[in-house]
């Protein structure tokens, strides 16, 4: 035993290991055979290792084990079992195993940290006991054939993980040689074939939706050159790509998915396909063929997986320098054109250079750009080379039967490969197999079309017309960027005219000249032939041409006349401009019949602020009028009624300013009347009246109030800050008080000065003297002091007398009743006395106001005074007059209005008149 570990320790091979023990145990026990078999727990399955024969044959008894014989057991259990009487255990009763003839058998694991590696039996065909000893020494031959095993195994393993890191290296050295994806798929297809010896190969790859065959090894060119498309993947390959992962057939003949290539009738076998994938997506299969059946073991399709992700990462690679170069290539010949769009604004020149160089770089025939005129919608073939002259003139007379029609139609661009066009190109010239057609459009329109044709079958691929496409994008932008151009220059053109048309017409206000000037420059700038100016009369409502220019007047003639300002008349009643190719079959005409006469017309309306104005009118034979024109012609006629505007403003200006200066003098006049008469009046005023403004400063004073000022100023009186408190401490209806100036008493009251937008503009206050007032005043003070008093002694006379008169003499009654008599004068004295006081002091108190016609109440105080007037020899006359009723206390109005009638009659001379009217001030 000690000598069999030795040599089991020393040997690295997994054959020698299993024949040393073998040998070891058929001479220590004296068995009939010894076998054994090498166990996979992860499968379940037993491979034959090793087996010996006492005679010394080396054969197996039974190629595979039975899964429910002895060694089966064994292997699954990981204990050892020992059968003394093998006929009759359950485990050798079936047929087979009773004709080995077996009388008994031990069967021990190979055991090595509590996995089974594989287990080793020892039979004999005689009767057998094993004693302990014997099982002692093959359990210890069973361990050290486990470590053996499991050290051989190490040893394999190494060694066969340094051949496939080899073979990697080699693969990846050999791929990292180059950048063509064929010749790194070559190179990868054989480092594959050799690590494996299949005997045949293809590697797919996976373009536009179905498996294309890129390199083949060992397969017919019938089998290897057909491409699959999606709807055939069957097969080892359509799971591989589907599935994500290595697919072995070990049979080809029995697959449950038969390939859609008769791999079977070529003579291969077995098949094993592993996807291709890069970041979790399919690029492509590789699949090795054998013609063994299970031809590829398990650590060949782990081999297998490993080259496939180099092999992905290399056509990844391959593919992204290839993508790389055809980018460097597109963006070269996009630069190229860039460069070629923005070196010219002339736009001949620059599709000339822009066609010349696409077909050179991209190595085509024949192309043509046609370019649709903006204004006629009609497609025009701007440069052409290499076109047949019959494709020429068919699209140059029905472009819409063609394919630049219905891209013109669609939008979009149009590819048409492999099929002759039927553009009647004409006896003897080549049929046309592939076309393209590039819409050239900018800010969403289309403005004409590129048209390739190439002769070379299969000359374009989706990426070329890509290309194409962003390359019409780019002379779309140019030749808009160069239309652009040319309409500023139109456009600063015009604006230049129009500037200096603006500068002619502001310099005169005449307007014969001015519409002249607006005439001429329509027609010079429209090279039109003629124009006619027709303006509306005072009624704005017939239109007659007041300017021709360059136009046939009879056509104006009085007979004519309507026909021929049609056009004006459809023009206001529509507002809009009119723009018409031919004048005859221009809107107007609806009902009428047309002119003779055909020519292009355009007429815009003169606009003014304050209404129409008229029509300017442009005729020609020579050309057509276009959109341009139309603008033009409109902003020249903005400026011409403004100018006419003017002018005609001006003239009415000139005539309101001479009518205006005529009533300016009367005004001035007729202020300087009034302000005569107010100075007359405020000079003539007693009171003295000052005029303050916003801040309560004096602005003005009458003489009155200056006498006031000065005789305040000499006792030291400040009369001015007096004036000013009253002026700003001013609250509605008014602000009364009172001063004191030399010795005499001024009632001062003040007033606000209100402007109709401006509110207050200062305020005007009145001194009046009213030192009589006061005087009187006191005088009733007195007086009804004094009253009061004497108002005792007539009373007390009257109850005197009247005593005496009851009960004194008789003979005295006629004394008394006269004394009682003189003394009830004397009261009724006083008490009139009182009550006009009464009256007097009644005045101040508020009293009932009522809407009063003044009429009647004169009339009926010239009724009451008419026998005063009478008696003094006075006319006393009214004549009523229709005034707004006022609203006043009745009573206080009477009294008003007889005091005012009594005192004109008692101070009106005898014989003298007194006449009394009414009215609004």
């Given at each position: ?15 020698t ?10 001479r220590?026990v ?26 010394g ?5 039974v ?56 287990v ?8 057998h006991r ?16 486990a ?44 480092q594959?074939?050799?690590?494996l ?6 590697i ?13 090894r ?27 992962r ?6 080809l ?34 699949m ?6 299970s ?21 990844e ?17 996009l630069n190229?054109?860039?460069t ?34 903006p ?40 590819l ?48 070329d ?12 932008v ?66 007659h041409?007041?300017?021709i ?31 018409a ?6 809107p ?45 012609l ?5 400026i ?27 005004r ?14 405020l ?59 030399a ?45 009061s ?10 109850k ?122």
């Amino acid at each position: 035993l000690y000598e069999t570990s030795i040599r089991l320790a020393s040997t690295r091979a997994l054959d020698t290991a299993l024949e040393i023990t073998t040998g070891t145990a058929l001479r220590l026990v004296e068995g009939q055979d010894c076998h054994i078999y090498l166990y996979d727990a992860a499968t379940d399955t037993l491979t034959f290792g090793t087996a010996l024969w006492r005679d010394g044959r080396r054969e197996p008894a039974v190629p595979a084990p039975r899964k429910d014989g002895l060694t089966a057991t064994v292997a699954r259990s990981g204990q050892p079992l020992i059968i003394e009487d093998a006929p009759n255990h359950p485990l050798f009763q079936a047929p087979n195993a009773r004709a080995w003839g077996i009388q008994a058998v031990a069967g021990f694991p190979l055991r090595r940290q509590k996995r089974v590696l594989g287990v080793f039996t020892i039979a004999f065909l005689k009767p057998h006991r094993f004693t302990p000893s014997e099982r002692y020494i093959l359990s210890l031959l069973a361990d050290q054939a486990a470590v053996a095993v499991e050290n051989a195994r190490l040893v394999a393993e190494t060694r066969a993980r340094n051949e496939e890191l080899a073979i990697l290296n080699a693969l990846a050295t050999a791929m990292s040689r180059s950048l063509d994806l064929h010749q790194v798929l070559r190179a990868a297809l054989d480092q594959a074939m050799t690590a494996l010896d299949a005997d045949g190969g293809l590697i797919y790859l996976l373009e536009e939706g179905q498996l294309t065959p890129v390199v083949h090894r060992g397969l017919p060119a019938s089998l290897a050159e057909t491409a699959i498309p999606p709807e055939l993947y069957d097969g080892p390959v359509r799971e591989a790509i589907q599935r994500g992962r290595t697919i072995v057939v070990d049979d080809l003949a029995h697959a449950p998915r038969q390939p859609p290539l008769d791999l079977v009738e070529a003579g291969f076998r077995s098949a094993v396909a592993v996807p291709l994938l890069t970041r979790d997506r399919g690029v492509g299969v590789m699949m090795l063929l054998g013609r063994q059946r299970s031809a590829f073991s398990r650590r060949g399709q782990a081999l297998l997986s490993a080259m496939a992700g180099q092999i992905s990462v290399a056509v990844e690679n391959a593919r992204l320098f290839y993508e790389t170069q055809q980018r460097n290539w597109e963006l070269s010949i996009l630069n190229t054109v860039a460069t070629t769009t923005s070196r010219s604004l002339a736009m001949q020149p620059l599709l000339e250079e822009t066609l010349r160089q696409i077909l050179s770089a991209m190595n085509l025939q024949a192309g043509a750009f046609h370019l649709l005129d903006p204004e006629e919608d009609r497609l025009t073939m701007a440069c052409q080379q290499g076109l047949p002259p019959g494709m020429v003139r068919v699209i140059a007379e029905r472009p819409e039967v063609t394919p630049i029609g219905e891209v013109l139609t669609s939008g979009e661009p149009l590819l048409v490969l492999n099929r002759r066009e039927d553009l009647s190109a004409g006896e003897g010239e080549e049929p046309l197999y592939n076309l393209v057609v590039i819409p050239l459009s900018a800010k969403g329109r289309i403005l004409g079309t590129l048209l390739i044709i190439d002769q070379a079958p299969q000359s374009f691929t989706q990426r070329d017309l890509n290309l194409l496409v962003t390359i019409g994008q780019q002379v779309g932008v140019a030749v808009e960027n160069i239309r652009l151009y040319e309409q500023a220059l139109a456009r600063e053109r015009r604006l230049r005219a129009l500037h200096d048309t603006a500068l002619g017409l502001s310099s005169t206000l005449q307007v014969p000249r001015l519409l002249r000037q607006v005439l001429e420059a329509a027609v010079a700038d429209l090279h039109a032939e003629g124009g006619v100016l027709w303006l509306l009369g005072r009624d704005a409502q017939q239109l007659h041409p007041d300017l021709i220019i360059g136009l046939s007047e009879e056509r104006f003639a009085s007979e004519r006349l309507q026909q021929t300002r049609k056009v004006a008349e459809w023009v206001i009643q529509h507002r809009q401009p009119l723009l018409a190719d031919d004048v005859r079959r221009a809107p107007c005409w609806e009902g009428d019949p047309p002119p003779e006469e055909s020519g292009a017309v355009l007429a815009v309306l003169l606009q003014g602020k304050a209404g129409l104005i008229g029509v300017l009118e442009a005729r020609s034979h020579a050309r057509a009028f276009t959109h341009e024109d139309q603008s033009f012609l409109s902003i020249l006629a903005n400026i011409a009624a403004v100018a006419i505007e003017n002018a005609y403003l001006y003239e009415a200006v000139k005539q309101y300013a001479i009518s205006l200066e005529e009533r300016v003098a009367e005004r001035t006049a007729e202020l300087q009347r009034q302000k005569e008469r107010i100075e007359a009046i405020l000079h003539s005023v007693a009171d003295g009246v000052v005029v303050t403004d916003r801040a309560g400063n004096l602005v003005r004073a009458n003489p009155a109030a200056e006498r006031l000022l000065s005789s305040a100023r000499a006792e030291g009186t400040d009369l001015v800050a007096f004036i000013r408190d009253l002026a700003l401490g001013f609250r509605p209806p008014a602000a009364q008080s009172t001063v004191v100036i030399a010795g005499r008493t001024y009632q001062a009251q003040a007033a606000p000065v209100r402007g109709e937008t401006e509110g207050d503009l200062g305020a005007v206050v009145v001194l009046r003297d009213v030192t009589y007032f006061k005087e009187l005043d006191q005088l009733k003070s007195e007086f009804v002091s004094n009253v009061s008093h004497e108002l005792r002694t007539p009373l007390a006379n009257i109850k005197l007398y009247l005593t005496l008169l009851e009960k004194g003499h008789p003979e005295r009654r006629a004394t008394h009743l006269r004394v009682l008599s003189q003394e009830v004068r004397r009261l009724e004295t006083l008490i009139e006395d009182i009550l006009d006081l009464s009256r007097l002091e009644s005045r101040g108190r508020q009293a009932e106001r009522t809407p009063l016609q003044m009429d009647e109440i004169v009339q009926q105080v010239i009724q009451s005074l008419a026998p005063q007037a009478t008696s003094r020899n006075v006319h006393l006359s009214f004549e009523p007059s229709p005034v707004p009723p006022v609203k006043a206390n009745r009573d206080q109005i009477i009294q008003l209005v007889t005091n005012l009638v009594a005192n004109a009659i008692n101070y009106t001379e005898a014989g003298g008149k007194i006449a009394l009217t009414l009215g609004v001030m």
